[in-house]
């Protein structure tokens, strides 16, 4: 065979290039795509580090804060006064977060009314043109994003735990019942309210779209009246944190 | 002389792995089923070898056209939404694993005659 060796020895060495060459890029780019796999596992874990180390740096805060609100009530439990004083502050804090007192300070005022557009026709149409429920929540949370410290909607006070709900063709704040004209009124920083409401694409910009009547206004000095019925906890206890350390 | 494919085969593998950089994942594949269809020619290369009727020209273009090819069907599968692909593997598979079988039979049947014969085994 010696003598036909040349007409397979060519084609044979150029295929076994070729092939080679193909071996040579899936090898290569199979290796690309593990190492690309761990690169991704690796920045995951990267990003769960740097989160755990923000928890702890912030726990850490919250625990000097704490100690140095012991080390302050010790120092003022030698005088009773004081000490009385103190508690009496972070009181003062808790109800104005409760809604439990009336607050005053400088902030906005927003009113919203129905549309003075109707609509041409058609069922379920002129629903576009009303206030609904979703509206005054998106207004309450932009308010809340923005800083503000305390919300009230038509004389109910916003806190924690208050509901703007859906109530046939009325809105139920706090189980009380309004209806447009609608008045917001918000303590906080007048400027932060202001642009966060006034936001492009926000929920004002799309009131304003449909000929919503708006009004809002800076104020300072706006009084924000407390929650009118102060909520009970029946079901909800406290759990006696034992400080033994 | 055997080591001449052999030696283009191992330079061509290192040549390509270190210059040419990684191809992009969604063509892996498509590599991934040229290698195959090459495997393929290969393997029918040698079978046709020892039932002595090798031809380089049908080697060569048979080599060629069908990497080419199965590479392009694979691909317009993935453009039908259809797993061409996997039809294409499963062919050659089946392909290659029934020239392996056929060259090992005549490899054998080779090497028995030659000792009926009474002739040590050559191998060409």
Not at chain 1, 99 to 126: H, K, M, W
Not at chain 1, 174 to 197: E, H, R, T, Y
Not at chain 2, 28 to 54: M, S
Request: hydrophobic share 50%; charged share 20%; with cysteine.
């Amino acid at each position: 065979m010696k003598s036909g060796a040349r007409h397979w020895l060519l084609p044979l060495t150029a295929v076994c290039i070729v092939l080679g060459g193909m071996l040579g890029i899936q090898v290569r780019s199979q290796k690309e795509r593990g190492e690309m796999q761990v690169g991704r596992q690796t920045s995951a874990l990267v990003g769960m580090l740097t989160r755990t180390e923000a928890q702890l740096e912030q726990q850490r805060e919250e625990t000097g804060r704490l100690r140095a609100l012991l080390a302050q009530y010790e120092e003022e439990a030698a005088s009773e006064r004081g000490l009385v004083r103190v508690m009496r502050e972070e009181l003062q804090a808790s109800r104005i977060a409760l809604g439990a007192v009336a607050v005053r300070g400088p902030g906005i005022e927003l009113e919203l009314a129905d549309s003075t557009r109707r609509s041409i026709g058609g069922i379920g149409a002129e629903d576009l043109y009303v206030i609904h429920d979703a509206d005054l929540l998106q207004v309450a949370n932009e308010l809340w994003a923005a800083g503000a410290e305390a919300v009230a909607l038509n004389g109910q006070r916003l806190v924690t735990g208050s509901s703007i709900a859906c109530s046939a063709r009325l809105i139920e704040v706090n189980g009380v019942a309004i209806a447009s004209p609608f008045l917001f009124q918000a303590i906080g920083d007048k400027d932060k309210l202001v642009s966060a409401l006034n936001i492009r694409g926000g929920v004002l910009d799309g009131l304003r779209l449909l000929e919503f009547p708006v009004k809002l206004t800076t104020n300072d000095e706006i009084t924000i009246p407390p929650l009118s019925v102060t909520p009970k906890h029946i079901y909800a206890q406290p759990v006696e944190r034992e400080s033994k350390q | 002389m055997i080591a001449i494919p052999f030696a283009a085969l191992v330079m061509g593998f290192l040549a390509v792995y270190v210059l040419v950089p990684p191809v992009p994942p969604r063509w892996a594949d498509y590599v991934a089923i040229a290698i195959i269809a090459g495997l393929d020619a290969f393997v029918g290369a040698a079978r046709n070898w020892l039932e002595r009727r090798f031809d380089e020209a049908i080697f060569i273009s048979g080599f060629f056209v069908n990497m080419a090819l199965a590479a392009l069907l694979a691909f317009f599968g993935d453009k039908l939404g259809v797993d061409l692909y996997l039809a294409v593997v499963v062919a050659l598979g089946i392909r290659i694993f029934n020239n392996l079988g056929r060259t090992r039979a005549l490899l054998v049947t080779a090497r028995l005659e030659a000792r009926r014969a009474g002739m040590p085994a050559s191998s060409d």
